[in-house]
């Protein structure tokens, strides 16, 4: 399994980005799909899950922000944020879970500047 998260970047409080999770060596449409984030000194942490059959939670910092998504068609996942925060800075990984194991990928980086 492979995981290869892109759209990471530097963006102004309250500015928009997507990040984007291709899946590759996976049965995707079985998989529980999720976007995890880890900021220097912290653990990491859940910011969105998305099952197979689409429901969505998501970590209580989120507050509406941000929105997952899937193309199962494509093996990709997506993560929308919007109004970022300076706490949102991370390195955001996509991480995927089935009957095949967990995986994760390399990451992308969000900076969020004040």
């Known amino acids: 399994v492979q995981l290869q998260a892109s759209g990471g970047g530097l963006v102004q409080a309250g500015g928009s980005l997507r990040l984007s999770c291709a899946a590759s060596g996976i049965i995707f449409s079985s998989a529980i799909m999720a976007w995890y984030r880890q900021a220097p000194g912290k653990q990491r942490e859940l910011v969105a899950r998305?099952?197979?059959?689409?429901?969505?939670n998501y970590a209580d910092f989120v507050e509406g922000r941000f929105a997952i998504s899937r193309d199962n068609a494509k093996k990709m996942v997506y993560l929308q944020m919007n109004s970022l925060k300076p706490e949102d800075t991370a390195l955001y990984s996509c991480?995927?879970?089935?009957?095949?194991?967990?995986?994760w990928g390399q990451g992308t980086q969000v900076t969020v500047s004040s």
């Open positions: 998305i099952s197979n059959g689409g429901t969505t």
């Open positions: 991480n995927s879970r089935n009957f095949q194991g967990s995986s």
